[in-house]
Structure formats: structure tokens, C-alpha cells
Nanobody, 124 residues
């Protein structure tokens, strides 16, 4: 079991940057593939990014590729999403997710554990 909590959300102007984080307790973070999903106006449970257990492999949704960067620090039980050049359509609640499966996953069904979410608002 692992418990996830997101933090670092807020409001930024279009074109700005924000970094959100996911913290974990319970089983070691290194045991899990991690990912970010988002839900908000015009966004329905959309995959954002995923990262392998050791951080060597990542995958991004086409809508955020080149703007967002996912990373992790297993020693600190932390996972991050650096969001640059934010757009109003990025406005959503962002959810941290963890999976005990071997490989990275881009769909909700690939994850077993979820955080409560953190709000990201991009002013238009």
C-alpha cells in the first residue's frame, strides 16, 4: 500500500510556470511506476505523464509534450511535474497515481493508488 498526496498547485498567468509535487508514505516509492492525470473544465480524466520506477523512461500526452517534465526522487519519496508555458486549457485538478505493474502506463486502468488532487488554474 502507498498513500499519495499532491501539493504545489496554484494560479498562474498563461505562459507561466508551476511545479507540482506528489509525496508518498507507506511502501517505498521506488516500488511503483508513477503518473499524473488531470480533470477539469473540458478535461475528462486525461493522462498527462508517466515515469518508470527508476526514472529512466517517461511518456507524455501530446498536448503537454515539450512543455511539461515529470521527474522523481525515490530517496525522498517525491515525484514532480514541472509545467512550463502553461495554457488556460491546462486548468484542472492534477492527480498523482502509482502502479505496482512493471511498465509505465498511460491509462487510468494501469494505476491502483491515487492522491486527492491539487488545483492548477491558468488565467486566460
Amino acid at each position: 500500500q502507498v498513500h499519495l498526496v499532491e501539493f504545489g498547485g496554484g494560479t498562474v498567468q498563461a505562459g507561466g510556470s508551476l511545479r507540482i509535487s506528489c509525496g508518498a508514505s507507506g511502501n517505498p516509492f521506488s516500488n511503483y511506476v508513477l503518473g499524473w492525470f488531470r480533470q477539469g473544465p473540458g478535461i475528462d480524466d486525461e493522462f498527462v505523464a508517466t515515469i518508470s520506477k527508476d526514472g529512466d523512461a517517461t511518456n507524455y500526452a501530446e498536448s503537454v509534450k515539450g512543455r511539461f517534465t515529470i521527474s522523481r526522487d525515490n530517496a525522498k519519496n517525491r515525484m514532480y511535474l514541472q509545467m512550463n508555458n502553461l495554457k488556460p486549457e491546462d486548468t484542472a485538478v492534477y492527480y498523482c497515481a502509482a502502479s505496482y505493474r512493471e511498465g509505465i502506463a498511460t491509462v487510468r486502468a494501469g494505476y491502483q493508488y491515487w492522491g486527492q488532487g491539487t488545483q492548477v488554474t491558468v488565467a486566460s
